[in-house]
T-cell receptor, first 114, second 115 residues
Framework: AQKVTQAQTEISVVEKEDVTLDCVYETRDTTYYLFWYKQPPSGELVFLIRRNSFDEQNEISGRYSWNFQKSTSSFNFTITASQVVDSAVYFCALRRGGADGLTFGKGTHLIIQP | DAGITQSPRHKVTETGTPVTLRCHQTENHRYMYWYRQDPGHGLRLIHYSYGVKDTDKGEVSDGYSVSRSKTEDFLLTLESATSSQTSVYFC??????????????FGPGTRLTVL
């Protein structure tokens, strides 16, 4: 069985601080895919990033960066110089190869205070 | 943005009544999914489809059925709605594995309240 754990239920920081959202996953598959989604207060789910199990290269996209470490089964997400618009619920998700659906963590509610 | 619509967007119904939610896509993607989102649970997979008339169960399929008679439409039916099915329902689509990273893209959601 697959499992995704987002231990941080809620994080509150002041604008311009850096913040890291943790994601730990469990799977017995050797091929799998990891995702991060953002859910702003408006409710839609916005895709942020996808990572394959065989590609541990970290990625940076503007103020966002992701650290994938197979040795610790973690796929952490860092926002640098946070902004109020980053306030949202962030979900980490896992999928095995094939047509299976996503296994989601319970989400981290990020609050950026001005 | 992926062309996904869900209807209705909001619905209030009574216990015991049948309810059908519709997901419509314009991307011609092969795979479609239904999830429900509840506080404290994140999103959980209900059913998914890997082609016309091809469906399979997810983690929380009890009390739900699905149908897919056309590539573009995926219907979720609650045969006899219960209060425990009050939730926000999301549809998602993805291309075949290996194409564009087979990322799942989500519709806007349907908020269902069962009284």
């Amino acid at each position: 069985a697959q499992k995704v754990t987002q231990a941080q239920t809620e994080i509150s920081v002041v604008e311009k601080e850096d913040v890291t959202l943790d994601c730990v996953y469990e799977t017995r598959d050797t091929t799998y895919y990891l995702f991060w989604y953002k859910q702003p207060p408006s409710g839609e789910l916005v895709f942020l990033i996808r990572r394959n199990s065989f590609d541990e290269q970290n990625e940076i996209s503007g103020r966002y960066s992701w650290n994938f470490q197979k040795s610790t089964s973690s796929f952490n997400f860092t926002i640098t110089a946070s902004q109020v618009v980053d306030s949202a619920v962030y979900f980490c998700a896992l999928r095995r190869g094939g047509a299976d659906g996503l296994t989601f963590g319970k989400g981290t509610h990020l609050i950026i205070q001005p | 943005d992926a062309g996904i619509t869900q209807s209705p967007r909001h619905k209030v119904t009574e216990t015991g009544t049948p309810v059908t939610l519709r997901c419509h896509q314009t991307e011609n993607h092969r795979y479609m999914y239904w999830y429900r989102q509840d506080p404290g649970h994140g999103l959980r997979l209900i059913h998914y489809s890997y082609g016309v008339k091809d469906t399979d169960k997810g983690e929380v399929s009890d009390g739900y059925s699905v149908s897919r008679s056309k590539t573009e439409d995926f219907l979720l039916t609650l045969e006899s709605a219960t209060s425990s099915q009050t939730s926000v329902y999301f549809c998602a689509i993805s291309p075949s594995p290996g194409q564009r990273g087979d990322t799942q893209y989500f519709g806007p959601g349907t908020r269902l309240t069962v009284l």
